[in-house]
């Protein structure tokens, strides 16, 4: 297989130089050599693949259908041969990595930056902006989103489960009644985070069933900081996630409601884009995200 596969990485090269002369330069073979395999390909195949003469190279049309294919079969070769080579070896390179400011802030990026004191041959550009990245148009290795995967183009793995929760003040609670079901919240003041896909129709399960109800409130936000400082300054009911609503609840100043009616949340996700193989940098990052969260449940 191996002396099949010289042959016909010589033909290629041969046509790819234009000649067994430049070929032989370019590649450090001798002439003799490649026009050796050549010629033994040509024999076991049972046609010619090139035309000869002192001037000039050209493919027979049998030729031109098998540089094509053989081409492309070669590509494929070095393609893998390079994957498994990077998968085996030890981390290297830059990786660049998009994820929400504020999740990004208070619970990525300690996991991020363990996976580099782990990594030293690793260096990251961690992004951190509150908008939809185009990975491709950017040159984004890998984003983390915590939503519901749509964009077909693109390949994910999911990290972690991501749970919300619905909070209010003791204040706001105290005046206008603790709700123990989705339907009372229609009357009662929210506070509506435009980043959620369903920003005004919350989402319950009530007696094993999906219930929506549509809320509304005096405060709008594309933040889930802001929307738990609206909460916290008693303004509404918030959808917020756990890793930003836990410690307020711990401390007092926030308080859960509904907790037995949510439905499951979306997940945090690696996305990257639709590659044949993913770089061996990027698959090791997304391993210890998976590891890390497995081992620190802050969501």
């Given at each position: 297989m191996s002396q099949?596969?010289?042959?016909?990485?010589?033909?290629v090269?041969?046509?790819?130089?234009g000649g067994?002369?430049?070929?032989?330069?370019l590649?450090?073979?001798s002439?003799?050599l490649?026009?050796?395999?050549?010629?033994?390909l040509e024999?076991?195949l049972?046609?010619?693949?090139?035309?000869?003469?002192?001037?000039k190279?050209?493919?027979?049309?049998?030729?031109?259908?098998?540089?094509?294919?053989?081409?492309?079969l070669?590509?494929?070769?070095?393609e893998?041969d390079?994957?498994i080579?990077?998968q085996?070896?030890?981390p290297r390179?830059?990786?660049?990595v998009?994820?929400?400011r504020n999740?990004?802030e208070?619970?990525l990026?300690p996991?991020?930056?363990?996976?580099?004191?782990?990594?030293?041959?690793?260096?990251?550009?961690?992004?951190?902006e509150d908008r939809?990245?185009?990975?491709?148009e950017?040159g984004?290795?890998?984003?983390?989103?915590?939503?519901?995967l749509s964009?077909?183009?693109?390949i994910?793995?999911?990290?972690?489960?991501?749970?919300?929760?619905?909070c209010?003040?003791?204040?706001?609670?105290?005046?206008?009644g603790r709700?123990v079901?989705g339907?009372?919240?229609r009357g009662?003041p929210?506070?509506?985070d435009?980043?959620?896909?369903?920003?005004?129709?919350?989402?319950?399960?009530?007696?094993g069933?999906?219930l929506?109800?549509?809320?509304s409130?005096?405060?709008?936000?594309n933040?889930?900081?802001a929307?738990?400082?609206a909460?916290?300054?008693g303004?509404?009911?918030?959808?917020?996630?756990?890793?930003?609503?836990d410690?307020l609840?711990?401390?007092?100043?926030?308080?859960?409601?509904?907790e037995d009616r949510?439905p499951?949340?979306?997940?945090?996700?690696?996305?990257?884009?639709h590659?044949?193989?993913?770089?061996?940098?990027?698959?090791?990052?997304?391993d210890?995200?998976?590891?890390w969260?497995?081992?620190n449940?802050?969501?």
């Amino acid at each position: 297989m191996s002396q099949d596969l010289a042959r016909i990485r010589a033909f290629v090269q041969v046509f790819d130089a234009g000649g067994f002369s430049a070929a032989a330069r370019l590649h450090g073979r001798s002439k003799a050599l490649l026009s050796k395999y050549v010629g033994d390909l040509e024999d076991y195949l049972g046609v010619r693949l090139m035309n000869r003469t002192t001037r000039k190279l050209s493919l027979t049309e049998a030729g031109e259908a098998y540089y094509r294919e053989a081409g492309q079969l070669l590509a494929q070769l070095d393609e893998l041969d390079a994957t498994i080579s990077d998968q085996t070896a030890e981390p290297r390179g830059l990786v660049r990595v998009s994820a929400p400011r504020n999740f990004g802030e208070t619970t990525l990026a300690p996991a991020i930056f363990d996976f580099v004191a782990r990594n030293p041959m690793v260096s990251i550009d961690l992004r951190l902006e509150d908008r939809f990245v185009d990975l491709v148009e950017e040159g984004i290795d890998v984003a983390l989103r915590i939503t519901t995967l749509s964009d077909s183009s693109l390949i994910a793995r999911r990290i972690s489960e991501m749970k919300h929760v619905i909070c209010a003040s003791p204040a706001l609670i105290a005046r206008v009644g603790r709700p123990v079901a989705g339907e009372q919240l229609r009357g009662l003041p929210c506070v509506l985070d435009t980043n959620m896909p369903s920003h005004n129709s919350w989402r319950f399960i009530e007696a094993g069933s999906p219930l929506s109800v549509h809320v509304s409130g005096p405060v709008r936000v594309n933040s889930p900081v802001a929307a738990m400082q609206a909460a916290l300054a008693g303004l509404g009911f918030a959808v917020l996630p756990t890793y930003l609503a836990d410690p307020l609840v711990s401390e007092g100043r926030l308080v859960r409601v509904l907790e037995d009616r949510m439905p499951d949340g979306p997940s945090l996700t690696a996305v990257y884009p639709h590659r044949r193989h993913l770089a061996g940098k990027v698959r090791a990052l997304i391993d210890h995200l998976v590891d890390w969260f497995a081992s620190n449940p802050v969501l």
